[in-house]
């Protein structure tokens, strides 16, 4: 089946503009996260949702950072008045969530190539 | 803080021999363990999950976990150059939250 689907591949935007990614997970997967990954870094995580819960917005590094999950399915991340410091590989996971141990098995989307000139 | 260390490398082995990656962690409640692959440009693939003490096989990867030593290690049996990626372990703490910590990987180089 698809996997998850990321778009834009690559975004190039000027510093203190808006942008914002999209992601859309594995059909019939009820858990989405987003994380961040630098140049030469790990994953950062960013934030996640599942079913109809609130989003655990933990990771998230500043109040520019926002996401919404619409229909339980696609989702947007928002970066607002973007910092050459938000420069990085955004990337989508997804995973079935439920009661097995497999629910918490997350599959990346190809990422989203921010970069903030 | 829940931490993931993983040794950097690079990690450089000949062909046909076994590459062997490791992994602690420092929440001692975790349950779930996993391998990822990701290739230079590429995003982390899921090779291996790994949720209760001792060995799991598939194929030429066998997961090793020690929830006594809060270690985990990946071992690859007759590495190849396709094998050349970093490989992220990843942990689902204690907690209710359902994101995974991450280590930032071990570089592996498979030389031919």
């Known amino acids: 089946g698809a996997g998850v689907s990321q778009s834009p591949s690559n975004k190039v935007t000027e510093k203190g503009k808006d942008v914002e990614l999209r992601c859309d997970p594995i059909?019939?997967?009820?858990?989405l996260y987003w994380y961040r990954q630098s140049l030469g870094q790990g994953l950062e995580f960013l934030i996640y949702?599942?079913?109809?819960?609130?989003p655990d917005k933990s990771g998230l590094p500043s109040d520019r950072f926002s996401a919404e999950r619409t229909g339980g399915s696609v989702s947007t991340l928002t970066i607002q008045r973007t910092q050459q410091e938000d420069s990085a590989v955004y990337l989508c996971?997804?995973?079935?969530w439920g009661t097995g141990r497999q629910s918490y098995e997350q599959y990346f989307g190809p990422g989203t190539r921010l970069t903030v000139t | 803080q829940k931490e993931v260390e993983q040794n950097s490398g690079p990690l450089s082995v000949p062909e046909g021999a076994i590459a062997s990656l490791n992994c602690t962690y420092s929440?001692?409640?975790?349950?779930?363990f996993f391998w990822y692959r990701q290739y230079s440009g590429k995003s982390p693939e899921l090779i291996m999950s790994?949720?209760?003490?001792g060995d799991k096989e598939d194929g030429r990867f066998t997961a090793q976990l020690n929830k006594a030593s809060q270690y985990v290690s990946l071992l690859i049996r007759d590495s190849q150059p396709s094998d050349s990626a970093t490989y992220l372990c990843?942990?689902?703490?204690?907690?209710?939250?359902?994101?995974?910590?991450f280590g930032k990987g071990t570089k592996l180089s498979v030389k031919p």
């Open positions: 996971a997804s995973s079935p």
């Open positions: 929440d001692r409640g975790s349950q779930s």
């Open positions: 790994i949720y209760s003490n």
């Open positions: 990843a942990v689902k703490g204690s907690g209710s939250q359902g994101n995974l910590i």
């Open positions: 059909s019939g997967h009820t858990a």
């Open positions: 949702f599942q079913g109809n819960s609130a």
